[in-house]
């Protein structure tokens, strides 16, 4: 099954589009060809330039012209109708002769009309079997029965009661149509160049063009003419329905803006061209007038069955404005319409269509990273949602094709048991090892699943909605890193702006010091109180020195919003969760080391002098917390200078008092 896509035009679907198969089955679906071919897909998804809409002045000079050539060719076949015709009066009655006066007669009296009639059909079998009665070879007359059980079948009469039917609605023959409206001017121009000849003919033409009751004659023609060259209104987008024969023919049209793609994908089913997508944003899906399952017969008169959809590709690379489209409609008849509500995701994966072996048309892939914001406007087809990314609706009209996350989490899931399956089992101390290694890091996941990261291990897309902060309201700043990457100096720098940040008084258990204020340097609880709000989940982080415990709060994160500051932390990512499940809206911005050249550079400044590999196990622990835990980050602060980083993270947190930012849709609920 093959296909195209009706962007401005056409595309089509067949193939792909499930997520399944064995280990070799994704790289063999790398080459085979996709369900849909983008034609005209807007911006970087590809576009082609169409020609001019012809006017309507040499639409109807071009018309004129076929109807004179079409009645020449029809008075040419007047020879072979009657032919026909008699026939048809030997197979009625055989002992009449050709020559017979009586035949002869009957044969006159046909209208003469007859010969602009449509040819029909029982005529022709009428006429088929004469010519075989009359071979004298087995071979032409097996010919001729292999024609006759083809014109026999209904599928074919069908379509020949169709082609019958839209020939006769759509090529009528028009009335003579004027050449100018200029005719007076010209006549004009005329007895000027020939005003000086001396020939006699010269003359005689001179004084015809001179005649008033000529001019005025011309004059009459050019005012008629000049109203019958306007421009023709174009129809109205619309659709007929006609039953012929018991196939019901549906002719719309629909008219395509040179900025609005048609939006549509089709795919070939044997010999016919069924749609069968419609995309969102484009000029099909906003008249309303295409449905899935119908079968495009003809598009501005050129015939669509039996083209594959390449074919389909070039003949409506070309067309553009109005274009007419008789179709037969879907079985399953036009689905009332539904009005689906704008989804909002963040993409927690980053995507790309064109190394996407299932994606149903690679040019209608909507590529993304992870943290994009996605605006998903479709969810029909559960598979394959339609989706624009954030930014770019006003330049691509047309909606891209997203995985839907039933769908991407199965595959994910697929990939993963196919990973493991192609592990190479090598015997010896070295597989033993690496085998040994990758049981750690899952256990390692399995200790903070509970209070780590979410249940869902695959993940895909989280919904979102737009929250401006109150003025009176601060959201948390969190930073989050691995030790030595200077989010403790860039939070201090911070907090000596004391009228606008503020730390969270933590909780601990150990007794009060000599000039220590409660509230003010700790909250000094007793164990069991500290226990109690550890199991209710309000503790952020807490840890055990020297047999005391120590924590922050919720309750300490409030208290500090409660007074119009911004509270300030520095977290690890195993207090995200807490975080995020509470009613404090953090802003999380992850603060990541720079190269390890430029790191011992920035640790050399504090008089710090790592080892190579205390560098790189630095990198490679913020590796590991980006890849578990950066769909949660709302910004990413490389810190290659102090000076610099501190300057970004004040720009981000001034930016949360002018702009609305996107969080989980679950914060507002």
Known sequence: MTTSHLNGHVAGEGGGGGGGGGGGGEEELRGQQHREMAVDCPGELGSRTLPVRRSAQLERIRQHQEDLRRRREEEDRQLDLNASLRLRKLSQNPHIGIDNPTFQQDTALQPATASHTLLEFEELLLSLKQVQGCLSDQQSQSDVDLVLSLLNKSDFQSALKIHNAV??????????????????????????????????????????????????LLLAHDSVAEREMQPETLPPQGETVTQWGGETVKIIRIEKARDIPLGATVRNEMDSVVISRIVRGGAAERSGLLSEGDEILEINGTEIRGKDVNQVFDILADMHGTLTFVLIPSSQGRPPPVKESVVHVKAHFDYDPSDDPYVPCRELGLSFQKGDILHIISQADPNWWQAYRDGDEDNQPLAGLVPGKSFQQQR??????????????????????????????????????????????????????????????????????????????????????????????????????????????????????????LAAGKLIEFGEFEKNLYGTSTDSVRQVINTGKICLLCLHTQSLKVLRSSDLKPYIIFIAPPSQERLRALLAKDNKNPKPEELRDIIEKAREMEQSCGHHFDAVIVNTDQDKAYNELLRLINKLDTEPQWVPSSWLR
């Not at 009335?175 to 010209?186: D, G, I, M, R």
């Not at 190479?424 to 690496?434: T, V």
């Not at 750690?440 to 909605?465: F, G, Q, V």
């Open 167 to 216: 020939a006769t609605s759509m090529h009528r023959p028009s009335p003579p149509y004027p050449h100018t409206h200029q005719a007076l001017q010209l006549a004009m121009e005329v007895r000027t160049l020939i005003h000086t000849s001396q020939n006699k003919e010269g003359l005689e033409l001179h004084n015809l063009l001179s005649d008033i009751q000529l001019q005025a």
């Open 412 to 533: 994910e899931a697929m990939k993963q048991t196919i990973e493991e399956d192609k592990e190479p089992e090598k015997s010896g101390k070295l597989w033993c090892a690496k085998k040994n290694k990758r049981k750690r890091k899952k256990l390692l996941y399995n200790a903070h699943k509970n209070d780590d990261m979410d249940s869902e291990e695959i993940l895909t897309y989280e919904e979102m909605a737009l929250y401006h902060q109150p003025a009176n309201r601060k959201r948390p700043i969190a930073l989050i890193g691995p030790a030595s990457c200077g989010q403790a100096a860039l939070k201090q720098r911070l907090l000596n702006q004391p009228e606008r940040f503020a730390g969270a008084v933590p909780h601990t258990t150990r007794s009060r010091r000599e000039g220590e204020l409660s509230g003010r340097d700790y909250h000094f609880v007793s164990r069991q109180t500290f226990e109690a709000e």
